[in-house]
């Protein structure tokens, strides 16, 4: 991905995600990363012309605490869909980290990563 970007790393959230039932009442830490590439024909210092990374950062909480999925690829797309409603945002790359997955083996991280664009 090429052009200006914005880049949110390490937003930490706990939900329900998942696909046994203790993943359905129990939380758990997801961690969600996203790098963003703007549309900006210009350079300006105002804020019009980006995107607010506050107001961005809690579109992605609202996204992962809103309904219980099974799978951590439907909320990587979730999440996109809602980046995306920002007009600034060309492109967004999600990856959604679920470090206390239950595995039968120890692992650190299980993530998932979708890459989407605007339709225009």
Do not use: W
């Not at 998942?18 to 359905?24: A, D, N, T």
């Not at 790098?35 to 990374?53: E, M």
């Amino acid at each position: 991905m090429g052009g200006d970007r914005i880049k949110l790393t390490g937003i930490q959230v706990r939900a329900r995600h998942g696909v046994f039932p203790e993943e359905k009442t129990n939380d758990q830490l997801f961690v969600i990363d996203l790098d963003c590439v703007l549309v900006r024909d210009r350079v300006s210092d105002d804020l019009a012309t980006t995107v607010d990374y506050g107001l961005l950062a809690r579109d992605v909480s609202e996204v992962v605490t809103s309904d219980s999925l099974d799978l951590i690829e439907t909320l990587a797309e979730r999440i996109a869909a809602r980046v995306l409603n920002h007009r600034a945002i060309d492109r967004v790359s999600v990856t959604v980290h679920k470090p206390e997955a239950p595995m039968p083996v120890s692992v650190t991280d299980v993530a998932v990563r979708v890459t989407r664009r605007q339709e225009r």
